[in-house]
């Protein structure tokens, strides 16, 4: 099978909510890095997964959406602690949304919030 990535980066603000974890109860920024991996097992007739361009303006319109925003006030995030696993199957299921290559299997989104945290989703078509 075959992978293709874009990597991104962006800075978004988020506070937890649900539980008592001190400091990141309170506002606070994360500078975000989004990997977009797709999945297929065929490539196209110019040998191709999927445009790497396409990819780049799919991934680039997500991250402006973010992008300098508090997670909180979006409504893909109403009633949901907006953690790093949370964000990530939200941009996961709005990328597979956008990205419509026919040979395109499989979608995982994994999402640092820091240099030693992250989380993925993989999303199956």
Known sequence: MYTVAVKR???AQHYLIGGD????????????QVELQLHGDQLDEHGYLVDIVDIEKSLDALV??????????QAEFKDLNPSIEHFSRILCQ????RVQAANIHAITVKLWENDIAWASYHLKR
């Open 64 to 73: 402006e959406h973010y992008r300098d925003r508090i997670l909180n006030e």
């Open 9 to 11: 980066d962006f800075i």
């Open 94 to 97: 709005s990328l597979a949304a």
């Open 21 to 32: 974890w001190g400091a990141e109860n309170q506002l606070h920024s994360h500078h975000y």
